[in-house]
């Protein structure tokens, strides 16, 4: 039984993780068919609505998530990192400054140079517009989070250590958009960056929290802050149609490598820079360390510190 158990009688990490797939391909396709049953007008023409699919997807995640953390790992939620009470929203609120300040830079690179430009718009939706694109991108933020930087990044980090945890978890992270609206090279090389940057700041705090605030705030700046597009969504695309900001719309110019063209700043080399300096950043301050409540809840990466000679739990760098 070697192939199955490892240490302590433990499932060995890739039975783990297949384990988790299973549970959230199965409970997406059947929670999903229910849904498009019951709920009138969820189901189009390709499959469930973007608002409806998400929030399907979200459930479906975090309740695989809650199954995995109870019964295979036997430790809260608390430890994935997702401790509940006041200090999820500072954290959260944590992320969304560093995810904020990081678009930010990368719309002020864009607009410095002249490759994107803003109109009045005429006729464009209401400011309640502003309202549904938020809490979708929200929603889409924690659930793409908890599926690569929660329970898998962990397990990995547990069993190959934290740098390899985040380097395979982001390649994961972007084979999620190969099927994206005009993915190219740089594209597809950003979005392994991004991957890479956001498990860098979750090995930073142990806090899915922060991460999903970083997340939300990235795409939240540049979708509806800077109305461009988010890894090729716009409102354009048939479902998306609450993503267009009303009062304005924005225009790129020149060379599509700098700007990102149709698909967005993350097509471009602005957000190839910002993302290498910002996962600089993330792996270097001082100004982050690991949440306590996490930590005492028994992380699951800590136990590969505590096995190791000289190894410490309580190191917040990226360890090997």
């Known amino acids: 039984m ?11 990490a890739g039975w783990r993780l297949l384990l988790f797939a299973l549970l959230v391909v199965g409970g997406d396709l059947l929670f999903g068919e229910v849904v498009a049953e019951i709920v009138p007008g969820a189901r189009s023409g390709r499959g469930l609505v973007p608002w409806v699919g ?42 969304v400054l560093v995810g904020a300040a990081l678009m930010g830079g990368v719309v002020g690179l864009l607009a410095l140079t002249g490759a994107v430009t803003w109109r009045p718009q005429v006729g464009g ?60 090279r740089l594209a597809l090389l950003n979005i392994v960056l991004a991957g890479i940057l956001l498990g860098t700041a979750y090995w930073r705090t142990y806090s899915l929290w922060f991460v999903s605030g970083l997340h939300l705030a990235w795409n939240w700046c540049m979708g509806v802050g800077a109305d461009l ?58 100004r982050l360390c690991r949440s306590e409540r996490v930590r005492r809840a028994g992380p699951l990466p800590s136990r590969r510190s505590q096995a190791r000679a000289g190894g410490s739990p309580r190191t917040s760098r990226i360890e090997p």
């Open 125 to 184: 939706p209401g400011a309640g517009a502003v309202a549904g694109a938020t809490l979708f991108l929200a929603v889409g933020a924690l659930e793409e989070e908890l599926l690569f930087r929660g329970y898998p990044l962990q397990v990995l980090a547990e069993s190959v250590g934290g740098r390899a945890a985040v380097v395979i978890t982001a390649v994961g992270f972007a084979c999620l958009h190969l099927f994206n609206p005009g993915l190219g």
């Open 229 to 286: 597009p988010v890894s090729g969504i716009t409102a354009r695309v048939p479902g998306f149609r609450f993503l267009d900001t009303p009062g304005y719309d924005a225009a790129t110019h020149g060379a599509t490598w700098w700007s990102g063209g149709a698909f967005g700043p993350e097509a471009g080399l602005a957000v190839t820079l910002v993302a290498v300096a910002g996962t600089w950043w993330l792996a270097r301050t001082g």
């Open 2 to 12: 070697s192939w199955l158990l490892g240490a302590g009688g433990r499932l060995r």
């Open 54 to 95: 998400v929030s399907v997807s979200l459930v479906v995640v975090l309740g695989a998530t809650f199954l995995v953390a109870r019964r295979v790992e036997g430790v809260p939620l608390a430890a994935l990192g997702l401790p509940a009470g006041s200090g999820a929203l500072r954290e959260a609120a944590g992320g």
